[in-house]
């Protein structure tokens, strides 16, 4: 099993949402992140004074798949969340040794 840990851009959030429920994945956790990486932030004025804006604003899904949707899942948050720009964000994979269904007390895949 792999855990995917995607930071992408707010306003993509449906569409990676939509292209991961065609792909067969039954559910995801959706947390507002800020942070910042090559992009470095911006700089903004308020009441004529410039200040710099060093976290910004993303979005970090997280879903749990079997070994085998894996590569199916991470091309399609890749295809559904690029722009292009600097900014669009990261995907981590981390290898799972287990995971517990709380319910029912399934575990490994049967409980995803």
């Known amino acids: 099993m792999k855990k995917?840990?995607?930071?992408?851009?707010?306003?993509?959030?449906e569409d990676v949402?939509?292209?991961?429920t065609e792909k067969g994945?039954?559910?995801?956790?959706?947390?507002?992140?800020?942070?910042?990486?090559?992009?470095?932030?911006?700089?903004?004025?308020?009441r004529g004074a410039e200040y710099t804006v060093d976290f910004l604003p993303k979005v970090k899904i997280?879903?749990?798949?079997?070994?085998a949707q894996a590569d199916t899942v991470i091309a399609s948050i890749v295809a559904t969340s690029r722009t292009g720009n600097v900014g669009?964000?990261?995907?981590?994979?981390?290898?799972l040794s287990d995971v517990v269904r709380i319910r029912t007390g399934e575990t490994g895949e049967a409980a995803l």
């Open 25 to 46: 994945v039954q559910g995801m956790t959706v947390t507002e992140v800020r942070g910042f990486g090559r992009q470095k932030g911006h700089k903004e004025m308020y």
């Open 4 to 13: 995917i840990e995607a930071v992408i851009r707010h306003f993509k959030l």
């Open 62 to 67: 997280e879903v749990v798949v079997s070994d």
């Open 88 to 95: 669009d964000g990261k995907i981590f994979v981390t290898t």
């Open 17 to 20: 949402k939509n292209a991961l």
